[in-house]
Each structure stands twice: as C-alpha cells, then as structure tokens.
C-alpha cells in the first residue's frame, strides 16, 4: 500500500522478528521499490536478512540494520543495489564470512560501517577507488593480510578504522590526506617508521566505542542538534572569538582537540550540567583576522538547559573565566543567545521532524567532524529560519480589515491578541505604566513564562493608518542587534495598535547619567555604554539594507539592560535612507541633538545622526544635559578646551564621577571624537564605523575588552559576580558599591 513510501524509519524501537517479504498473498517490504531508505538499526531483529528484498529495480540508497540479532550470511543481493550509497550492517549475529566481493561494486558507496560483522580475510584493495567513498569502519572483525590502499583512492576519503583486527602489513605512506585508524592489529606490535601514527588511541573522551557508528544513523527533531554521545538536544551555541592565535594552520586538527577537551574539563570542574561540547567551522574574519570558531555546548541529562544552566555556561565564556590552552590567547565569546530553555523544550509548536543524517561527530576524525557539521550546520540554520517564518502566522485579522494591504513579511517578530497583551499588562492597569511618549503609552507586562517585556500602545487618536502600520513592524523585525532594542512582536487588533519590544531593565541613559536610577556610572560602564550605542547605531547604518537613519538619537533613547550594556531604542521617527542616499521630510528630531545641518537644509542624512551620538557623546563625559539654562554643551565644552593644557583644560567641565579612575588620555581623546561628531559640516563628520573603532581605541588605553560580551544570556546571575577579578571585568561588574 505504501509503494511511494520514501523513508521507512523504524531505529531505536524495541522491534522483534523477521524482516517480512511477500509470500503468496501476504505483501512483504520488497514491494517497497521506491524507498530510498531503510533505517532498522537498534532493534530486536532477527534471522537472515532476506535476499529477495534487493533487487536492481530498486532505489535504495540507505540500509541501516545495525545493532539487531540478524544471524545468516550477508545476502549477495545487495551487490544488485547500485544506488546504495550508505550501508551499516554493524554489531549483528551474521556468520563469519569473507569481505563480501560485491561491495566494491557499489559505485555509489559513501559510507562503509560493518563493525563486528564477522567478516575475516583480507580488505579488497579496489574498495578504497569507489569514487565516492568518504567513511569506512570495519572494526573489530578477524580481517587479515595486507590493507592495500590503491594510490587511485577515493579522493573523497576521510576515514578508515580498522581498529581491532588482524592485519598484519599496511603500506605506509604517511602523505596520506585521511585519517586511518589501526590500533589492535598485529601491525601494531611491529615498530617501524610511522606505526604509531596509525596506531595511536585518538578515541574522544566521554565517547564510547559505540558512538561513532550511533551517530552516523541519529535523526533529530527539527532545530534539534546531534551531540557528541549521539543525543539529540537544543545546544547552547555561540561564536568563540579569537583576537591573536598564534597559529594560522587551520586545517591542523589537534589544536581544536585540545580547546575542546579543555573546554569540557573546564564544565566539569565547575560542575556545569554540560555532556560535551563541539567546535566546528574555524574561519578567520577577514576584515580583522580575528579566528572564529562556533561553539555548541550540549546539555546532561535534558534536552535542554534550565535558565541557571544557561546563565552559568553564558557566564564563565563571556567573562573570559575559561582560559583556553595558550596558543590561542585573548577570546570574547559572543552567545547567539538561548531558546530553549528547558520548561518550554516540549512544546506542541515544533514540526515533526522530516529527517537529518547527522554525520559522525565523535571518534578518531575530527576532521569528517568537521566537514559533515558545516553542511549540516548551514542546513539547520536554514531550516531554523523556515521554522521560524512558519511560526509568525500571518494573523488571520490582517486580511479582513480592507484597507491593510498584504500580510506584513515579518522576520522573527510575533503577532499579539489584544487579549493576550491585556492579561499580560493586568488590564493596562496603573503599575505597569511605565511611561509615555507621543506615540502613547507604555505598560510592562509579563509573558506566561515569567519573561518581561514593554508595551508600546498607541492612543486612539495617534494611531498610523494600517499600511504605515504595517510597514513600521516590517522594519523593525528585520533588526537584530544586541545594541538596538528587539521588537518581539505586535499587535494589530480591535482598532488597537501595540509594538511588543523586549524589556530593558535598567532604565534611559539619561536616567543613569542623572543618577535617578541609583547605578554608579564610572568611566569604565560609560565607555562600554558609548560602545554599544555606537556599535547599535553603526548596525542599522551599515548593516541594514536598506539603512535606516534614527533621526532621534539621544540619551533618552539609549537604554541600558541588566548588565548596563547599551541599546539603541525608539525608531518611531526612523526612516529609510531612500536611494539618493538622504530623504527629505518634515524635520523632526529634539532640540539640543539636531544636526544644524539638515536643520537648514532638510537634508537628512547618516551624518545627521553622527551630529546628534556626539552630542550624548558630550553628556556622557560631562554628565551634562545637552541645553539648560541658555548654556549648550557643544559650545561650552569647545569654549573651555585649550589642547595645550594638562586635560585639555577640562577640568571644571567633566564630570567629576568620570575623573576620578580614568586615564587622562582616555578623557582627551574622547572628547576629541564628540567634537568631530558635531563638526559644522556633515562631510567633515567621521562615519559610524570610524566612530566605533575610536571608541575601541580609547577603551585599550584604558584597558578594557572592547570585544568582552557582558551580556551574552537575558537570565540574571544573582550572586555570580562576587569573587571575580579578571583584568577586563572587574571595573564592571561591581555592582555592590552602587
Ligand atoms: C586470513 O584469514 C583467512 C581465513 O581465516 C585464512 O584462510 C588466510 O590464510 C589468512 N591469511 C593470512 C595472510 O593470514
Ligand atoms: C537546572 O538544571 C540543573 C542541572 O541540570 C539542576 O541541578 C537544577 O536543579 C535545575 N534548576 C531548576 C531551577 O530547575
């Protein structure tokens, strides 16, 4: 009945009996012609592997039958199946038999797996020039003689394990662009030149013999990540960036070995609930040389981590607290941030799961690791996004309501019920209002998971028409910065207009520079916060197609999160850089910030912007408001400032609080930078970008990181920075003095 049947998938099942093929009237699987796969593996199957089930009118191009109780002989039939590209008949009860003659006619063989399949005498040395062939694993049988490696071998070979066997001469060529394993053969107990580079244990810890194979048949649910022992789980992942290894070999394996063994022994000394970690994909940034390597640490025991876990593995890597071996140096990590967290893993939303192979991940080749992961990876990440655009339903409100145009195209963002946004607000009660603007006002609310954010409601009267609606949330989806504030979603509802953006703790800029918050602002936190504005501004000049100019950047627009990092908020006067590269509008902007400039001319453009970040430039080393009583802060502070004086003569203007800790050279050239902000002319003002690697600069005068992510998870570390003195973070994250 299923002859268009395409996978059949009955792994890790506690199956037992024959495989049935047709007999009389009795259908059996060999009718299935059109399957390409057949994954039996971890099962309780027994007797012979029927012959009649290949054929050469098939289509078969997986057999996984390992890990069963098949007894017999391999059946010859297979030889019929040329579309067979992987076959793993591994850890079965088969008689002891020769190498069987008609594998080496697969000529689609990508992958060889007959562990402990009883097989004796010796490897044909032809099997090695199927042209495809990439993973051979033939440990533990009674193989002998000679491994003969044809020098037409597959260039596509990435391993050969012939662990545990009873071959007793191999050719050495130690040129060899493979990895192969020959531990436990006879060959071994012979010293002669190059042995041991084939015989040495290059076993993973925390793997058992098992895993290799495992793994090469695991499927997991979408979004879902194979680990090193072969589980599926929800990893945590991030970027791991190196600013000068000393060693520019990619391709030498061993030097990523030993950043992951001491990467996990690291966990484990600190009793993080981590099962293994996997680096994959090295790539040196070309812009900075910097060396990147993504990191996924995979959960014990769950399939996901609980908030605490997160917070401590988010911790210890974004706070430098893992020194990694010394050859690779000074790192930042930067966190993709976490999803998953253990309550919500089981959810009903996710699709099942249409099937990945996930290739090798433990075992002797790092390097087939390494391949396979950065097809798979690239695979995920693209898969991840479709799942992700399925989920933001195009909320079915939208097409009735005539005059909306089409169904926004959201990236990433949610569509709120009114209902949903009134019971997570208490009805909009008086708590939660946390502020206005003219767009209206603003409530936190709590979503069912505990988690915070604020709502944007417009009042009845302001609220844009359904397409300027529409177009506003589309592009405030598309942006995605750790320094710009993140739209969660919205809400378009019963003549209701709600933005959904997430919460940010600890209040405006201008709010922490004027004290009201009660945070101790010192020079060090100022200039991570300068930093991550600039950097959050930079994004959405340069990164976001097509750019987008703030046109209202100032201190109340900088919010600061738990770990007083910068985000760049409020677009509600953002527009696109239309193609020109300026628009013009009404001006719009706040008084003290304003470019003179597009003042004069309408004519907006980036540098507008530049105008208006140095200005907050100007406040925060001042921790002056831009304009009060008559007096403007750009004109005060290039009044007072002689370059030829200790300070530049800017003692009496500075901010006292930001004095006191701070190199003095750190202060100059800081206040040089805001001054060329809010240089007269646009032309003669440096770019974003330019303004962000000042900024760096001025922070390696005073020592700090600028690359140190300090806040690389949205979960709190109560009580977890006590005791930490790393060079980089100690300045910061004091927060007791406050
Ligand atoms: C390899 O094993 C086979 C079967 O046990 C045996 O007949 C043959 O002589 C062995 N060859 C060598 C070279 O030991
Ligand atoms: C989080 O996970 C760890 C280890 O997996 C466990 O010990 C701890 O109790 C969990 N915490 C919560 C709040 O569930």
């Given at each position: ?433 946390i502020g ?6 603003v409530?936190r ?7 915070l954010?604020a ?30 504030v ?17 919460y940010i703790p600890n209040g405006t800029l201008k709010d922490g520079l004027s004290g009201k918050t009660g945070i101790r602002l010192?020079?060090?936190r100022?200039?991570?916060i ?25 201190s109340n627009n900088i919010l600061l999160d738990a770990n007083l990092n910068a985000k760049?908020a ?168 406050a």
């Amino acid at each position: 009945f299923l002859t268009e049947l395409h996978w059949l998938d009955l792994s890790d099942n506690q199956i037992e009996g024959n495989i049935p093929v047709s007999n009389g009237s009795n259908p059996g699987l060999d009718l299935l012609v059109n399957t390409e796969r057949f994954h039996f593996g971890k099962n309780q199957l027994s007797g012979e592997i029927p012959a009649r089930l290949f054929h050469s009118n098939m289509t078969l191009t997986h057999l996984l039958v390992e890990n069963n109780k098949f007894t017999g002989v391999i059946p010859d039939t297979l030889g019929f199946v040329q579309t067979m590209k992987m076959l793993d008949m591994s850890r079965n009860e088969f008689n002891t038999s020769d190498f069987p003659s008609w594998i080496p006619s697969l000529q689609s063989l990508t992958t060889l797996v007959m562990e402990k399949t009883g097989l004796q005498g010796s490897v044909p040395a032809s099997l090695f020039s199927l042209h495809q062939l990439q993973t051979v694993i033939l440990r533990n049988n009674k193989l002998n003689g000679s491994l003969e490696i044809e020098s037409a071998h597959s260039n596509q070979l990435q391993l050969i394990d012939v662990q545990n066997n009873l071959i007793e001469s191999f050719t050495q060529k130690p040129g060899y662009p493979f990895e192969i394993m020959l531990k436990g053969n006879p060959f071994c107990n012979k010293s002669g030149e190059g042995t041991e580079t084939y015989c040495i244990e290059t076993q993973q810890t925390g793997t058992d013999s098992t895993s290799l194979q495992n793994c090469l048949t695991i499927e997991c649910r979408s979004n879902q990540v194979s680990s090193r022992a072969c589980k599926c789980a929800f990893p945590y992942v991030g970027d791991l960036i190196f600013r000068a290894p000393s060693f520019l070999n990619l391709g030498n394996i061993a030097t990523y070995e030993t950043l992951e063994k001491s990467l996990m022994l690291f966990f484990q000394e600190r009793q993080l609930p981590v099962e293994s970690v996997s680096l994959h994909n090295p790539t040196i940034d070309s812009d900075d040389d910097y060396l990147v390597i993504h990191l996924q640490v995979f959960p014990s025991s769950q399939e996901s981590f609980n908030a605490t876990g997160v917070a401590g593995i988010g911790f210890v890597l974004s706070r430098q607290i893992f020194t990694p071996p010394s050859s690779f140096g000074l790192y930042v990590f930067s966190s993709d941030g976490y999803k998953y967290l253990a309550e919500t893993s089981s959810g009903s939303k996710k699709s099942s799961s249409t099937g990945i192979i996930i290739g090798a991940t433990v075992g002797g080749s790092v390097l087939a690791i390494l391949a396979l992961i950065i097809g798979i990876y690239a695979f995920r990440q693209k898969k991840r996004a479709e799942d992700a655009a399925k989920r933001i339903d195009p909320f079915a409100s939208w097409d009735s309501n005539k005059h909306s145009g089409a169904v926004p195209q959201l990236t990433g963002a949610r569509f709120f019920s009114f209902e949903e946004l009134k019971k997570w607000t208490n009805n909009f009660s008086e708590t939660n209002d946390i502020g206005c603007g003219g767009y209206g006002k603003v409530y936190r609310g709590t979503l069912p998971n505990g988690e915070l954010v604020a709502i944007k409601r417009a009042l009845q009267g302001s609220a844009q028409g359904a397409r300027e609606f529409k177009s506003e949330i589309e592009l405030l989806s598309r942006i995605h910065h750790k320094n710009v504030v993140g739209l969660a979603g919205f809400c378009f509802d019963r003549a209701e207009q709600m933005l959904v953006y997430e919460y940010i703790p600890n209040g405006t800029l201008k709010d922490g520079l004027s004290g009201k918050t009660g945070i101790r602002l010192d020079w060090m936190r100022r200039l991570n916060i300068a930093i991550g504005a600039a950097r959050g501004l930079q994004y959405l000049h340069d990164l976001v197609s097509p750019p987008i100019i703030h046109r209202d950047i100032k201190s109340n627009n900088i919010l600061l999160d738990a770990n007083l990092n910068a985000k760049v908020a409020d677009f509600g006067l953002s527009r696109f850089l239309g193609e020109k590269g300026h628009i013009t509008t009404q001006v719009k902007g706040t008084m003290g910030y304003m470019d003179p400039e597009y003042y004069m001319t309408n004519q907006l453009t980036e540098k507008s912007d530049v105008f208006s970040f140095g200005v907050v430039l100007l406040e925060i080393v001042t921790g002056k408001v831009p304009i009060d009583k008559g007096r403007y802060i750009v004109k005060e502070v290039k009044d007072a400032m002689d370059m030829t004086k200790d300070l530049y003569n800017l003692h009496e203007t500075l901010d006292p609080v930001v004095r006191s800790g701070a190199t003095p050279r750190s202060l100059e050239e800081f206040v040089v930078l805001a001054l060329k902000c809010v240089e007269e002319g646009g032309v003669n003002r440096p770019k974003m970008s330019e303004v962000v690697k000042q900024i760096e600069n001025i922070m390696e005068i005073e020592r700090l990181n600028p690359y140190a992510d300090y806040a690389s998870t949205s979960a709190t570390y109560e009580g977890e920075n006590k005791g930490l003195n790393h060079p980089y973070t100690e300045s910061l994250f004091v927060y007791s003095e406050a």
